[in-house]
């Protein structure tokens, strides 16, 4: 889940060394923060969100094998 989210992040962004995807795993739920630069916020979340939450279908989509939850943060 990881690695899909920060290709997907440093595809879309400016400033890829920059981008930074921490992982934080309990019993039913994984949480990714998603870290960029405060110049490629825009980039990630797209105009309404719309980039984000493909973002989020994508990984919800490939969570599925694990059948744990899945929530991505988008922070600076």
């Not at 889940?1 to 920059?18: F, S």
Request: glycine share 4%; charged share 35%; net charge positive.
């Amino acid at each position: 889940m990881k690695e899909l989210v920060l290709t997907v992040a440093k595809a879309l962004v400016d400033e890829p060394d920059k981008v930074e995807v921490i992982e934080i795993e309990d019993e039913r739920t994984i949480t990714l923060e998603l870290k960029v630069a405060p110049d490629d916020m825009g980039k990630v979340i797209g105009k309404q969100g719309r980039i984000a939450k493909a973002i989020r279908t994508v990984v919800k989509a490939a969570a599925t094998k694990e059948s744990k939850r899945v929530v991505v943060q988008i922070t600076q």
